[in-house]
Nanobody, 124 residues
Framework: QVQLVESGGGLVQAGGSLRLSCAAS????????LGWFRQAPGKEREFVTT????????YYADAVKGRFTISRDNAKNTVYLQMNSLRPEDTAVYYC?????????????????WGQGTQVTVSS
C-alpha cells in the first residue's frame, strides 16, 4: 500500500505561482511513474503531467505546457508540481498518483494509488 499526501494548494491571483508537493509513504515509489491530475467542479478528472521513474521523461497536457513543471526527489519519496502563470481555469482540486509501472503515463486508469487532493483556486 502507498499513501500519498498532497500539500501546497491555496488561493492565488492570476499570474501567480504555487508549488505543490506530494509525499509518499508505505513503500518507496522510486521505481514507479508519478502523475498529477486535476478535477474542476462539474468536470471529470483530467491529466496534468507525469514523470517516469528516473525523471528522464515527462509529459504535459497542452493546457499547462510551458507553465507547469513536474519533478521528483526519489530520496524523499516526493513529487512536486511547480505551477507558474496561473490562470482562473487552473482552479481545481489537484491529485497526485502512483502508477506501478516505470514509464510515464497520462492514462488515469493506469494509476493505482491516489492522494486526497489539494485545492488550488486562482482568482481573476
Amino acid at each position: 500500500q502507498v499513501q500519498l499526501v498532497e500539500s501546497g494548494g491555496g488561493l492565488v491571483q492570476a499570474g501567480g505561482s504555487l508549488r505543490l508537493s506530494c509525499a509518499a509513504s508505505g513503500r518507496t515509489v522510486s521505481s514507479y511513474a508519478l502523475g498529477w491530475f486535476r478535477q474542476a467542479p462539474g468536470k471529470e478528472r483530467e491529466f496534468v503531467t507525469t514523470i517516469s521513474w528516473s525523471g528522464g521523461k515527462t509529459y504535459y497536457a497542452d493546457a499547462v505546457k510551458g507553465r507547469f513543471t513536474i519533478s521528483r526527489d526519489n530520496a524523499k519519496n516526493t513529487v512536486y508540481l511547480q505551477m507558474n502563470s496561473l490562470r482562473p481555469e487552473d482552479t481545481a482540486v489537484y491529485y497526485c498518483a502512483v502508477a506501478l509501472i516505470g514509464e510515464a503515463t497520462m492514462y488515469l486508469s493506469e494509476y493505482n494509488y491516489w492522494g486526497q487532493g489539494t485545492q488550488v483556486t486562482v482568482s481573476s
